[in-house]
């Protein structure tokens, strides 16, 4: 049986239990509190006995983990303080990884392979537009066209526009303004980095579930950059998660979980979300834990979660919030209501009085059940907690396992390819056809000598019958008149 995790010392230890850490948790706090360090001290423990993690590394000050720290003068104080006798500085394995290729591995995923709900919401799309990208992905899977990139996904739009009076039928009515107003969604989408996103080689998962020197692997997605692309960032993780959800086999509850799944800025992830997505983040969030997949949500309110999602967390980490508005009042009082009441703390007060490193923390026990609530600091972290330098990111980065891989794309026959194949075949038979039509044309007509011979003719019978004409008219008005031989004899 794996020992249990040290997180925190109040009144006694506060342990993670291994096989609980697959029940889910959430770190909540106010800026500065001291949510990432505590998201930093779970991931080390966890690594230490073989749990592969992965986090997003929004402030860009996590990479510091894959060398050993301790000097910090915080760090030190908080070893005194909690008299910790072993404490030692610790290096973990990290791997990089960049959406955009910049800080880390690049990170890439299909157009298929994310479907047309999750790409709706990076879109923004409303429902009818919606519902054309729907017919835009099912006309590409009946006619066996991949949609790997941006140009592909182009190019089937365009494909589905121009043809849209043959799909009618068959899928429905396709809207000339939806298909404009997707397009224009996908320029902007690409303007802000994302077509990177989009690709081969796609982000093999098995990639983020690696050990090294008997420790989990500690995979840190560069996000200070991405933020600024709210909707991609949070996308992405939810992708992530659904990918592992449906490709990982069942275990039920292990000793020890298979991935840990750190989810920074947790509430962008509900943020204006539609109805179907919801559903499908809460029952993801429901079945994963029995592919031995833990997640953890780290957010400044526990209000930013949905009810159905914040009951599925086990796991507690709550540090201060502000109560300076009846809005911020009503948050405290909900934050302290979701833990099990400890007699001797009064939970709402105290999430308003805690300090900087110290939280309210509730984990769940050997049957599953949480535990009272204990006012506790959290330990220090025994890895570097300065920023690492470009050069040291640089270095981990070459010396990965994986460096190479995803750094060379792939351009394999897809929807763009295909379509373009067909669009130059169509044009050129068009081209021939109008040709042939020409050749025919001017095959029925008469050459210019040909003209010119059967004018002369036509104007010489006209002169012809024209002479002829005029010396029967000059006989038969002869007759009429009367004139005989002796006046013909004058002439």
């Not at 409303?126 to 009946?142: I, M, P, R, S, W």
């Not at 690696?210 to 200070?224: E, H, M, S, Y």
């Not at 275990?251 to 539609?274: I, Q, R, S, W």
């Not at 972290?381 to 990965?400: C, G, T, V």
Request: a neutral charge; aromatic letters at 6%.
């Amino acid at each position: 049986m794996t020992a249990p995790l040290l997180i925190a010392k109040g009144e006694t230890e506060v342990h993670l239990l291994p096989k609980m850490a697959n029940r889910h948790g959430m770190i909540a706090g106010a800026t500065g509190t001291g949510k990432t360090v505590t998201l930093r001290v779970i991931a080390e423990q966890l690594s230490k006995i073989g749990v592969p993690v992965f986090m997003a590394d929004v402030k860009g000050d996590l990479g510091g983990i894959c060398k050993p720290g301790g000097n910090n003068p915080k760090v030190i104080e908080r070893v005194e303080t909690l008299g910790i006798k072993d404490f030692a500085p610790e290096a973990f394995p990290v791997v990089f990884w960049d959406l955009f290729g910049e800080q880390g591995h690049p990170v890439r995923t299909t157009i298929s392979e994310m479907g047309p709900l999750l790409l709706s919401r990076i879109l923004d799309l409303n429902d009818t537009q919606e519902g054309v990208l729907n017919l835009v992905f099912k006309v590409a899977d009946d006619g066996g066209l991949l949609l790997l990139d941006l140009n592909d996904l182009r190019s089937m739009l365009r494909f589905v526009g121009d043809n849209a009076e043959k799909f009618r039928t068959q899928y429905g009515n396709v809207s000339t303004a939806s298909i404009g107003a997707i397009q224009r969604q996908l320029l902007a989408l690409e303007q802000q980095g994302a077509g990177k996103f989009f690709g081969e080689p796609a982000l093999d998962l098995e990639d983020l579930i690696q050990t090294a020197g008997g420790k989990g692997v500690i995979n840190i997605l560069a996000a200070d950059k991405l933020m600024r692309s709210p909707k991609l960032y949070a996308t992405f993780l939810l992708w992530m998660m659904s990918e592992l959800f449906e490709r990982l086999p069942e275990v039920g509850d292990p000793e020890k979980p298979k991935l840990a799944f750190f989810f920074d800025e947790a509430h962008l992830l509900f943020d204006d979300v539609p109805k179907a997505l919801l559903d499908k983040i809460e029952q993801v969030v429901r079945l994963i834990r029995s592919k031995g997949v833990g997640v953890y949500f780290i957010s400044q309110n526990p209000l930013d979660l949905p009810q159905t999602v914040l009951g599925q967390l086990g796991n507690r980490i709550q540090h201060a919030l502000r109560a300076f508005t009846p809005a911020e009042q009503k948050a405290v009082r909900t934050a302290a209501e979701t833990f099990r009441q400890n007699p001797k703390i009064d939970a709402e007060k105290a999430i308003t009085e805690l300090g900087v490193g110290e939280a309210l923390v509730s984990m769940l026990d050997e049957k599953g059940m949480p535990t009272i609530v204990d006012r506790a600091l959290i330990m220090p972290p025994r890895s570097l907690l300065e920023p690492l330098s470009a050069q040291d990111r640089q270095q981990i980065i070459q010396q990965s396992l994986v460096y190479g891989h995803y750094e060379k794309t792939v351009d394999r026959e897809s929807a763009f390819e295909v379509l373009k194949v067909r669009t130059e075949q169509a044009q050129a038979q068009a081209a021939q056809l109008a040709q042939q039509k020409q050749q025919a044309k001017q095959a029925a007509q008469p050459s210019p000598v040909a003209e010119l011979v059967e004018s002369v003719a036509k104007s010489a019978l006209r002169a012809a019958g024209t002479q002829m004409g005029r010396q029967i008219m000059r006989g038969v008005l002869g007759g009429l008149l009367g004139g005989g031989g002796s006046r013909r004899t004058r002439y």
